[in-house]
């Protein structure tokens, strides 16, 4: 059973910063990508940053030079280092898993965690 585990959400001040933490079950290495989604009241979810294995890193626009993910191996974590936050990254944060078996696009999913950005 795999399993996704987020930590790290709260409330923050606008301009200020957050680190979301994401232990996998086994090794990060094992997903052929691993990224952060989220999804705000109202809106669908979104892809924030994702980063292939062996690849760079990518962001959405509206994050860009302000979000970093990042992966450690050794501890099957995946990071993603939020500064310079705004209240409209407000949102419940997913980290996402992918895997490709045989052609086939399998996603695991964390529970969730929320962030929350006041003015």
């Known amino acids: 059973q795999v399993q996704l585990v987020e930590s790290g959400g709260g409330l923050v001040q606008a301009g200020g910063s957050l680190r979301l933490s994401c232990a996998t079950s086994?090794?990060?290495?094992?997903?052929?990508?691993m990224g952060w989604y989220r999804q705000a009241p109202g809106k669908q979810r979104e892809l924030v940053a994702a980063?292939?294995?062996?690849?760079?890193?990518d962001y959405v626009d509206s994050v860009k030079g302000r979000f970093t993910i990042s992966r450690d191996g050794a501890k099957n974590t995946v990071y993603l280092q939020m500064n310079s936050l705004k209240p409209e990254d407000t949102a419940v944060y997913y980290c996402?898993?992918?895997?490709?078996?045989?052609?086939?696009?399998?996603?695991?999913w964390g529970q969730g965690t929320q962030v929350t950005v006041s003015s």
């Open positions: 980063v292939i294995s062996g690849g760079i890193p």
């Open positions: 996402n898993g992918q895997r490709r078996i045989y052609g086939v696009i399998r996603d695991y």
């Open positions: 086994g090794s990060i290495f094992s997903f052929n990508r």
